[in-house]
């Protein structure tokens, strides 16, 4: 499987002019930054190890913040610290990070979910999906455009049990994205992670250096959000470590 798995966790968009200058003036977010391509390289080398495994796999779909950018070590953001959680509780399991600094929901669509769908073609026993998406779209009027479209596009791809977090964030677009995702739990087609009503109350102290990312106590609060919710969802299926409870909609 390795052999046939090229997939890049470095994003091909080049950084923005604001973010570029921002990154040569303040040293707080040229800190962050320099972890950007370290970061993807490290889960890359972890995601060919992982599939050289043998276990369920979680599939982790997302951004900078699934890539754990901001924290300490690459496998120090949400992901990671959950992972730890998870394994001590007795889920022997693999992670395959797919996270790209920078993704949009574009990017999911066309990048992401392609190499999960894959991984369910080949019969890999996926037994968890995560998608954590959608911050870099609501920054931009333009990215806005067309956003709960796009997201509905994504949920309707996910595999049934797909764990997908909303936006805490106040703007039109990431309420309606909220609206969309309680709809589609009350219905049972996914596992809502709320940020909304369950994140942080406040990020004083949980932000790294450049103010934007969360640190490794921020991602710990957001590991917790995610863990409260498969808990709700009995995600993973603990009891029985080896058996996969994602299966391929199709």
Known sequence: MTADFDYSNISERPRGPF???????????????????????AWQRANRAALDGSGPVWVAIGDSMTQGIGATAFDRGWVGQLST??????????????????????????SQLPVLEDLL??????????VLIGSNDIVL????????ERFVQLLDRLPPRAVV???????????????????????????????????????RGRLASDTFHPNDAGYTDMAAVFGAAMTRGGLPDITDPGESVVTDPS
Not at 93 to 109: E, F, Y
Not at 168 to 197: F, Q, T
């Open 19 to 41: 973010l570029s200058v921002l990154t040569r003036v303040l040293p707080g977010v040229r800190a962050v930054q320099a972890q950007v391509e370290p970061y993807a390289v």
């Open 85 to 110: 959680q998870l394994t001590g509780r007795g889920w022997e399991h693999r992670v395959v990070n797919l996270g790209v600094n920078g993704a949009r929901v574009g990017d999911v669509l066309q």
């Open 121 to 130: 073609d080949r019969g890999t026993p996926v037994g968890l999906v995560t």
């Open 141 to 148: 009027r333009r990215h806005r455009a067309g956003l709960v």
């Open 165 to 203: 977090a909303n936006l805490p964030n106040p703007r039109r677009e990431a309420r309606a994205i909220d609206n969309l995702l309680r709809e589609r739990d009350a219905a049972g087609d996914l596992v809502l992670s709320d940020m909304r009503r369950h994140g942080p109350p406040t990020w």
